[in-house]
Nanobody, 113 residues
Framework: VQLQASGGGLVQPGGSLRLSCAASGSIFSIDAMGWYRQAPGKQRESVAVIVRGSTNYADSVKGRFTISRDNAKNTVYLRMNSLKPEDTAVYYC?????????WGQGTLVTVSS
């Protein structure tokens, strides 16, 4: 299984970005798919995850970020609105199937004026 993430970049505070993550390979079922992030000097944290159809958001992004999934394309999206400097991080896509977990390569999001 491979995950290809895209969509990061530099954006001003209050701006928006959309991240995409496409999964490829032998995928029979997906138990969870979502986004994590790691800021400099901090641990990786969960941002938004779809678990068997239910969505879970970190408190810090509720109301600003929206996760969605295209099952036909095995792709998950993260729409990020009202971005803040503290959202600056490398964002990683994650997929879980059975006992296995896969990570994408990470895409950098920088929120700065």
């Amino acid at each position: 299984v491979q995950l290809q993430a895209s969509g990061g970049g530099l954006v001003q505070p209050g701006g928006s970005l959309r991240l995409s993550c496409a999964a490829s390979g032998s995928i029979f079922s997906i138990d969870a798919m979502g986004w994590y992030r790691q800021a400099p000097g901090k641990q990786r944290e969960s941002v938004a995850v779809i678990v068997r159809g239910s969505t879970n958001y970190a408190d810090s992004v509720k109301g600003r970020f929206t996760i969605s999934r295209d099952n036909a394309k095995n792709t998950v999206y993260l729409r990020m609105n009202s971005l803040k400097p503290e959202d600056t991080a490398v964002y990683y896509c994650n997929l879980r199937t059975g006992p296995y977990a896969y990570w994408g390569q990470g895409t950098l999001v920088t929120v700065s004026s």
